[in-house]
């Protein structure tokens, strides 16, 4: 049982560490082309990241997804990973990463006790993968998706965001990929995270049942017993014939919030109550001034679920969240 409790009666029992809001890829649909990044300064320490970590596991928080920007560029993240697992109370320590650098941290992470890994993915070809991440190369990323396969975690999961006119084309080819290899696949709708010069994010919206519906035309999906045990959005099908999952998050067109189990912690610190609100705690200052004071962190956090919003209300046409995802903790 959880002590994080809100006014809704939502048990949070999800923290999503954001390690570095640094990356190196740089998404349309993620990151402007010009970013700034934090100041050393301002980026918590592994020690205090390992130490807020701690806090919300003896409060009853089960899992902890490290994520960025690029959580494998931030260096120690092994030691992280490490410390955290180790931490009395945790079930499960989770990462979604972008798989570049996956060819050489994949064995590494097992052996820190990383379990499960969301591999970001969006297209398979390699000049529309280029253009995507402005630079990245697929290859990368599949010779890392192979590397992860024989490393030895339980679980792998594919992550796409389709845009419509970009890679729409290429719903069919990224669920087959994953059958082939059994992973499982999740499907993502664009959120209106950040101000982006690429493309109109409300041209480019495309919803979980339009996926759905083009994906229903070739392979055979049938409901699944599937249920996250940590109560995640997704909600979750089966290919019919193979091991793969198939999940929808949809935060556009299917409110989930009424279920929400999670908060965000940010690199600076900022302990974010909602992807969609900008109601947050700076925890920073907190250990900074409080250095390894656990009981005066862990009551501000008891006290500051009492500002976890109802919702999120998201719109394409109105970006009024101006901080980019890799600088929220996706
Ligand atoms: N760099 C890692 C990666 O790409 O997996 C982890 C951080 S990234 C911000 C986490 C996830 O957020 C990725 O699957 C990415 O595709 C997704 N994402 C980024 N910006 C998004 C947006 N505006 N709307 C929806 N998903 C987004
Ligand atoms: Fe980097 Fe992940 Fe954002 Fe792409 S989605 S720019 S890989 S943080």
């Known amino acids: 049982m959880s002590e994080l409790i809100d006014r809704f009666d939502r ?9 570095t809001d640094r990356c190196n890829l740089r998404c349309t649909y993620c990151m402007a082309e010009d970013m700034t990044f934090l100041p050393k300064s301002k980026v918590l320490s592994l020690e205090e990241m390992a130490l807020i970590a701690r806090a919300f596991v003896e409060l009853g928080v089960e899992k902890v997804r490290l994520t960025g920007g690029e959580p494998l560029v931030r260096h120690g993240i092994i030691e992280l990973a490490e410390q955290i697992r180790a931490i009395d109370g945790l079930r499960e320590l989770v990462m979604t990463t972008n798989g570049v650098l996956l060819d050489k941290f994949s064995k590494p992470l097992v052996e820190a006790g990383v379990s499960r890994l969301n591999i970001s993915i969006d297209s398979l070809q390699p000049a529309r993968f280029k253009e995507l991440t402005r630079f990245g190369e697929v290859e990368d990323v599949l010779r890392g998706i192979d590397a992860a396969r024989k490393a030895g975690f339980d679980k792998i999961k594919l992550n796409a965001v389709i845009l419509q006119g970009i890679n729409d084309d290429e719903v069919l080819d990224l669920t087959q990929f994953a059958v082939d290899h059994g992973l499982d696949i999740s499907f993502i709708e664009e959120m209106p995270l950040g101000e982006i010069d690429s493309h109109n994010r409300n041209a480019t919206q495309l919803s979980s049942q339009q996926i759905h519906t083009m994906l229903e035309q070739t392979f055979d999906i049938r409901p699944s017993g599937f249920v996250d045990p940590a109560g995640g959005p997704s909600r979750y099908q089966q290919i019919a014939g193979s091991d793969t999952k198939l999940g929808f998050i949809s935060p556009m067109s299917n409110n989930f919030c ?9 690199v600076e610190g900022r302990l974010l ?3 969609g609100n900008e109601h947050s705690l700076d925890l920073r200052e907190i250990v900074r001034e409080y250095p390894n004071d656990l009981p005066r962190l862990k009551a501000a956090i008891v006290e500051s679920m009492q500002r976890k919003p109802e919702r999120h209300h998201f719109d394409p046409n109105d970006i009024t969240i101006t901080r980019h995802m890799s600088a929220t903790g996706g």
């Open 11 to 19: 048990q949070v029992r999800y923290l999503r560490l954001s390690v």
């Open 258 to 266: 009424a279920t929400c189990n999670r908060v965000r912690l940010t």
């Open 273 to 275: 109550l909602c992807l």
